[in-house]
């Protein structure tokens, strides 16, 4: 069964504008952790913001917050004032134990 | 400067070929993993090491081996390459096993099987 689901292939904002990634997630732990990533065309993945089961407030990292909705299961990416260069694949990421898994992720597209 | 270096970054070759990838961090992490990524499949993680000569099977390990006997290093093999392990590869380490420790990825490693 998946255990992580983002349910947006692909996304289009326009340049300045807000946009928010969905996430869900299935795990019957009580501890985990939630990651974002962003994959550029170039390739490498880079790591954007975590957010811990127990932490009771949304993690926040410049533009980029985390909405947690803990008893929903869903950790979605809010990007505000987008970039162009926020143009990427987009991974939403849960770490069980020692096992991380990753959604199929969404393709984050900016107009300028 | 503090990163994972995978080799080699391209490679094409035949089916049942032994191939190595190698992985080296220069940040004293424990935590090592080796993952695969699929277009409309993400990443999926295929073995993972805690620490040195401790490895484990993530969820899709078959046709792939590990070995870690350095804690810096942790090399994927393929012992007899096939086609569907065409794919483009990631190492990941971290600092221990912190559930807020963020993966530190390499640039990939592009594997094509013919």
């Known amino acids: 069964a998946q255990k992580i689901t983002q349910t947006q292939p692909g996304m289009f904002v326009q340049e300045k504008e807000a946009v928010t990634l969905d996430c869900t997630y299935d795990t019957s732990d009580q501890s985990y952790g939630l990651f974002w990533y962003k994959q550029p065309s170039s390739g490498e993945m880079i790591f954007l913001i975590y957010q811990g089961s127990y932490d009771e407030q949304n993690a926040t990292e410049g533009r980029y917050s985390l909405n947690f909705q803990k008893a929903r299961k869903s950790a979605n990416l809010v990007i505000s004032a987008s970039q162009l260069g926020d143009s990427a694949m987009y991974f939403c990421a849960m770490r069980e134990g020692v096992i991380m898994r990753f959604g199929a992720g969404t393709r984050l597209t900016v107009k300028p | 400067e503090a990163q994972v270096t995978q080799n080699p970054r391209y490679l094409i070759t035949v089916t049942g070929k032994k191939l190595t990838v190698t992985c080296s961090q220069n940040m004293n992490h424990e935590y090592m993993s080796w993952y695969r990524q699929d277009p409309g499949l993400g990443l999926r993680q295929i073995y993972y090491?805690?620490?040195?000569?401790?490895?484990d099977k993530g969820d899709v390990p078959e046709g792939y081996k590990v070995s870690r006997k350095e804690k810096r290093n942790f090399p994927l093999i393929l012992e007899s390459p096939s086609p569907n392990q065409t794919s483009l590869y990631f190492c990941a380490s971290s600092s221990g096993l912190g559930s807020n420790q963020p993966q530190h990825f390499g640039d990939g490693t592009r594997l094509s099987i013919l």
């Open positions: 090491s805690m620490n040195v000569e401790v490895t």
